[in-house]
């Protein structure tokens, strides 16, 4: 069965959907994606759907799921790349992702990850120093 | 109804006096409202086309109805005549003059035609009068129809027209609504915004509801889900220009809207700013050659 590639860039985990996502390929990568964030200790997950031009429930429920999981596990995730036209279809299945961080593009994303982590390193020195 | 001699007797009276009565008819016409819209040598040829082909239909098909073939090229070009007089702005009192005028000289030819026999005139009356009163009715029917298409059109480019997507700044972008929020409007509003926020790269729109005469609870769903699928995007949105008496009636419908909102657009632009990293500064000397940053603001 074919598999989404999960990258790994620094603290970050890097997931680009390039083929049309059905239900099997969604939670296979939910499955993926939390046992790599816990083995690599990623602390954000970039999610990149700029491919793909169709979302169905099942898939924003799935994007809902993956950000739940990764919260839990000391993950932010960011989904950037949304089309208008996908955007518009998830609101209106009433589907408003409110859990999930969004960008509009991978650079974006990446610098909404890094922000985190460099606040939360910062937080840890002040501690260290106090 | 119409038995067969009718039928010929009235194609007759047109055919015989065709002349006399377009003559008399466009006087007529012409008495009812000397119009500037239509040409005289215009009318003229309209009405002449329509007797002829009024002639043609009453000879040949059935008279009590006007659904049948015969009838045909008639209705075709009453129905033409209708729908150009609908665009040239003609009231549906002076299009449908057009047809009902024609009856006074055709019931003077018959009178003329059946001299004493006063059961003749009545018969022929009534059949001509139901046969202009149904093409009469036909008239305002395709007049009406053509004057919704001038209003769907119409209401068609208002919404395209009345959506624009402003820039304000590297990565803001400004939304003013004007006018009542409906859903197919909202539509258009959401394609609009959510397209601009991918070609100029946006972090922030400002959606400004200066312009929006009343919010209700179903425009406030719309409000909310076009802020919702700008987020999807990874924009942020801001509402501004809240007016105060639209404020109580929400917090009397119990709406409530859970995004940022501003008081006025200037606003919602300093909000803006700041989360971009940007700030307005006055110039110390406020000259006609200020710098940038403290000119821009003056001017919005």
């Known amino acids: ?130 | 109804m119409a038995s067969k001699s009718e039928k010929s007797r009235l194609s007759d009276i047109i055919g015989t006096h065709e002349a006399d009565i377009l003559a008399e008819w466009l006087r007529l016409l012409l008495a009812s409202g000397g119009d500037t819209r239509i040409s005289r040598g215009q009318l003229e040829s309209q009405c002449r086309e329509f007797l002829a082909a009024l002639r043609e239909a009453t000879s040949a098909g059935n008279i009590a109805d006007t659904m049948t073939p015969g009838f045909e090229r008639l209705r075709t070009m009453l129905g033409d005549i209708s729908r150009s007089r609908a665009t040239q702005g003609f009231s549906p009192a002076e299009t449908a003059t057009f047809i009902f005028s024609l009856k006074e000289p055709l019931f003077a030819r018959i009178r003329a035609t059946h001299g004493k026999d006063g059961e003749a005139i009545a018969d022929d009356t009534w059949t001509l009068s139901q046969l202009i009163d149904r093409l009469g009715l036909h008239t305002m029917d395709v007049y009406q129809r053509s004057r919704e298409e001038v209003i769907a059109r119409q209401h068609e480019e208002i919404a395209e027209l009345s959506t624009p997507v402003v820039k304000l700044w590297d990565g803001i972008l400004a939304l003013p609504l004007i006018g009542t929020l409906d859903s197919a409007r909202t539509q258009v509003v959401m394609e609009n915004l959510l397209q601009s926020i991918v070609d100029h790269s946006a972090e922030i729109a400002i959606i400004d509801i200066t312009g929006v005469p009343t919010v209700d609870t179903v425009v406030a769903q719309h409000l909310l889900k076009t802020v919702a699928a700008a987020r999807l995007m990874g924009a942020d949105c801001i509402v501004s220009g809240i007016r105060p008496q639209i404020a109580q009636t929400m917090v009397h419908l119990g709406v409530e809207l859970t995004v940022v909102s501003k008081a006025n657009l200037a606003d919602a632009f300093a909000v803006a700013l700041s989360r971009t990293g940007r700030f307005v500064a006055k110039s110390k000397a406020p000259t006609s050659t200020g710098t940038m940053t403290a000119r821009r603001p003056a001017t919005l």
């Open chain 1, 1 to 130: 069965m074919d598999r989404i590639p999960i990258l790994k860039i620094g603290d970050a985990l890097l997931v680009t959907i390039q083929v049309d996502m059905h239900d099997r390929l969604a939670t296979a990568l939910e499955e993926d994606l939390t046992s790599k964030i816990v083995a690599v200790g990623a602390r954000g997950v970039l999610i990149d759907i700029s491919a793909l031009e169709i979302v169905d429930s099942f898939m924003g429920r799935t994007l809902a799921n993956i950000a739940s999981v990764s919260r839990m596990l000391d993950a932010e995730t960011v989904v950037v790349g949304m089309r208008p036209a996908v955007a518009i279809t998830l609101v209106e299945l009433g589907l408003e992702l409110p859990g999930v961080k969004t960008a509009l593009n991978a650079e974006r994303g990446m610098a909404l990850i890094q922000h985190r982590t460099a606040d939360e390193s910062e937080q840890a020195e002040a501690d260290d120093d106090a």
